[in-house]
T-cell receptor
Framework: RKEVEQDPGPFNVPEGATVAFNCTYS??????FFWYRQDCRKEPKLLMS???SGNEDGRFTAQLNRASQYISLLIRDSKLSDSATYLC????????????FGQGTELSVKP | DVKVTQSSRYLVKRTGEKVFLECVQD?????MFWYRQDPGLGLRLIYF???????EKGDIPEGYSVSREKKERFSLILESASTNQTSMYLC???????????????FGEGSRLTVL
């Protein structure tokens, strides 16, 4: 079983739609959680951190459920420019803070 | 802006060749990482380094070695390339590993290696 699992998609949604991505992690020692975004043929870049209380950045909302070892990302009012692959990432503090990446969920927003 | 530069965007090598992938960062970051990215598998950590001349194995170190002689430079070495090492290789750097970990890795643009 992979340490970080995501639905690979692709998710095909119309502009303006709300879309949610889910991610589960298996290592209960994981301490920090993040969403990265990777555009086609580009390098990954940090989108947002995920905090226990949940956090929001504009149209993006991230949630964490430690008991279920589950992370989510909600995108409201999707834009064409949101088309990308979204990577769920966890950090193992007991191994020096290494980041472990999920395989990514592909999002395609259509006009 | 942080800049992580990988020496080659595209390489084609033959089985058994020795391959060097170079990575340089310009932000005085202590931590540097090498990942490979394959379809359906995501990014997998090969090696990482928290300091000069220091290295630690990641999740898939077999067939690879690394060198960090200077803080800004982290090299990935394939001693004898094999076809299963055909992949996209991504170098990354980050600030000190001391808590809190911001989780922000800065990646290079990647080196696509094809081994024939």
């Amino acid at each position: 079983r992979k340490e970080v699992e995501q639905d690979p998609g692709p998710f095909n949604v119309p502009e303006g739609a709300t879309v949610a991505f889910n991610c589960t992690y298996s290592n209960s020692a994981s301490q920090s959680f993040f969403w990265y975004r990777q555009d086609c043929r580009k390098e990954p870049k940090l989108l947002m951190s995920v905090y226990s209380s949940g956090n929001e950045d504009g149209r993006f909302t991230a949630q964490l459920n430690r008991a279920s070892q589950y992370i989510s990302l909600l995108i409201r009012d999707s834009k064409l420019s949101d088309s990308a692959t979204y990577l769920c990432v966890v950090s193992r503090y007991n191994q020096g803070g290494k980041l472990i990446f999920g395989q990514g969920t592909e999002l395609s927003v259509k006009p | 802006d942080v800049k992580v530069t990988q020496s080659s965007r595209y390489l084609v090598k033959r089985t058994g060749e020795k391959v060097f992938l170079e990575c340089v960062q310009d932000m005085d970051h202590e931590n540097m990482f090498w990942y490979r990215q394959d379809p359906g598998l995501g990014l997998r950590l090969i090696y990482f380094s928290y300091d000069v001349k220091m290295k630690e194995k990641g999740d898939i170190p077999e067939g690879y070695s690394v060198s960090r002689e200077k803080k800004e430079r982290f090299s990935l070495i394939l001693e004898s390339a094999s076809t299963n090492q055909t992949s996209m290789y991504l170098c990354a750097s980050s600030f000190s590993r001391g808590t809190p970990n911001t989780g922000e890795l800065f990646f290079g643009e990647g080196s696509r290696l094809t081994v024939l």
